[in-house]
């Protein structure tokens, strides 16, 4: 319970240092910031990030959880990336009862912005998952897919890049 109020304190804080207010985008600098992931484990995104996978919505999630489903802690390892889902429209007593149990189900983590203070300023759009490939937390590019073909097309042209 501490460590959930001590990570939303931090995301506020690390959201009101941002500013500007703009939306990440390529060539911006994705500001540092943790959340906790669905068993309260505190995560942060950070230089060693390469890929951010974002949802908003429940049909973007499930485009991440279907591409995750096989293998989902060793993909986010390879790829070092972080799954990040917005879930602050959902009813507090329905992200607190089901979603996140079934969430705790998953093999891999799921940062959870409960608030949407933390996730505010990343692209979305509707029914589509975002992905953000950094390099050192600057944007280099951002995606958004619509399914799991094209989450692993984007993914594979983003590894293609970097070589």
Do not use: N
Request: net charge neutral.
């Amino acid at each position: 319970m501490y460590a959930a109020r001590l990570a939303r304190l931090l995301v506020v804080l690390l959201v009101a240092a941002r500013a500007s207010g703009e939306p990440v985008a390529v060539g911006s600098t994705l500001p540092p910031r943790s959340l906790p992931d669905q068993h309260g484990i505190v995560h942060a995104i950070d230089e060693s990030v390469r890929l951010v996978l974002f949802s908003r919505d429940m049909k973007g999630g499930g485009v991440v959880k279907e591409a995750l489903r096989a293998d989902g802690r060793g993909f986010l390892e390879r790829h070092h990336a972080l799954y990040v889902s917005d879930v602050s429209r959902m009813p507090g007593i329905i992200r607190a009862t089901i979603a996140k149990p079934r969430l705790r189900g998953r093999g891999y983590p799921i940062l959870l912005d409960e608030e949407g203070t933390a996730t505010a300023d990343l692209p979305a759009a509707d029914g589509k998952a975002t992905l953000l490939f950094l390099d050192e937390l600057q944007v280099k590019r951002v995606e958004q897919v619509g399914s799991v073909e094209e989450l692993r097309g984007a993914i594979e042209q983003g590894a293609e890049s970097e070589q």
